[in-house]
C-alpha cells in the first residue's frame, strides 16, 4: 500500500517568508508526527497529533510554527517569517495508534532552505 | 526521561564481515527500542522493534537486535555486511506520552 508522502520534496525560501509543508499519512493510521532533521540537531520532535486530542505541541521551537490536522487525515506543517536556522529536512510520520509499541512510518521529508 | 545514546558516529567494517551498531538506554518502566536506518535522501525506513520477550529480535534486511536489560543496550547486528547496508543508522525509545527519542545516528560505512 501507500506510504506516507510529503510535498514539496524542496522547498527554498526568503528569509521572512512563510511556508507550508504537506503530509499525507498512511490510510488508516490515526497519529501522525512531525520530526526535524538537521546538522548537529539530530532528529528532533515538534508536534503530534492522535485522532481527535489536543495535540502534542511540545516540541515546537517558537510560537512561528504552527500545524493542524483536517479530518484526521492531511496534516500541513506552517512556518512563519522563516529564519535562516528553520533549515533542515523537516520528517513526518504516522502509526497505527499511540499506547502501544507501535512503529512509526516515516515519509520522505521536505527539504527547507531558506536563503 | 527516556534517552538512547549511540556512541559511535561511525563504523567502518568490510563486506561480507559481521557489524555491530551499538546503542544504549535509559528509561523508566519497560522500554519499547526501535532501529531506523535512512540512506541518501530518504526518509527513514523501520528495522525492528524490542517490546517484551525475546532478547534476540529479527528484523528487516537480514539485521537483528540483541536486547540486554542488565547492560541496558540494544545493539543491531547483522552477520555479513553488504555494501548496500551503508547507511545512517538510528536508535530510538518510546518516551511515556508516544513520541520517538533518537540517538545521534551511526554512519555505517561496509567497504567491498
Known amino acids: 500500500g501507500a506510504g506516507v508522502s510529503q510535498s514539496p520534496s524542496n522547498k527554498v525560501t526568503e528569509k521572512g517568508k512563510d511556508v507550508e509543508l504537506r503530509c499525507d499519512p498512511i490510510?488508516?493510521?490515526?497519529?501522525l508526527y512531525w520530526y526535524r532533521q538537521s546538522l548537529g540537531q539530530g532528529l528532533e520532535f515538534l508536534i503530534y497529533?492522535?485522532?481527535?486530542?489536543?495535540?502534542?505541541k511540545s516540541g515546537l521551537p517558537s510560537d512561528r510554527f504552527s500545524a493542524e490536522r483536517t479530518g484526521g487525515s492531511v496534516s500541513t506543517l506552517t512556518i512563519q517569517r522563516t529564519q535562516q536556522e528553520d533549515s533542515a529536512v523537516y520528517l513526518c510520520?504516522?502509526?497505527?495508534?499511540?499506547?502501544?509499541?507501535?512503529?512509526?512510518?516515516f515519509g520522505p521529508g521536505t527539504r527547507l532552505t531558506v536563503t | 526521561a527516556q534517552s538512547v545514546a549511540q556512541p559511535e558516529d561511525q563504523v567502518n567494517v568490510a563486506e561480507g564481515n559481521p557489524l555491530t551498531v551499538k546503542c544504549t538506554y535509559s528509561?523508566?518502566?519497560?522500554?519499547?527500542l526501535f532501529w531506523y536506518v535512512q540512506y541518501p535522501n530518504r526518509g527513514l525506513q523501520f528495522l525492528l522493534k524490542?517490546?517484551?520477550?525475546?532478547?534476540l529480535i529479527k528484523g528487516s534486511y537480514g539485521f537483528e537486535a540483541e536486547f540486554n536489560k542488565s547492560q541496558t543496550s540494544f545493539h543491531l547486528k547483522k552477520p555479513s555486511a553488504l555494501v548496500s547496508d551503508s547507511a545512517l543508522y538510528f536508535c530510538?525509545?518510546?518516551?511515556?506520552?508516544?513520541?520517538?527519542?533518537f540517538g545521534t545516528g551511526t554512519r555505517l560505512q561496509v567497504f567491498p
Open positions: 510520520a504516522s502509526s497505527l495508534g499511540t499506547g502501544g509499541p507501535y512503529e512509526q512510518y
Open positions: 490510510s488508516g493510521h490515526t497519529a
Open positions: 497529533f492522535q485522532g481527535n486530542s489536543a495535540p502534542d
Open positions: 528509561v523508566s518502566g519497560n522500554p519499547y
Open positions: 524490542y517490546i517484551t520477550g525475546d532478547n
Open positions: 530510538a525509545v518510546r518516551d511515556l506520552t508516544d513520541k520517538l527519542i
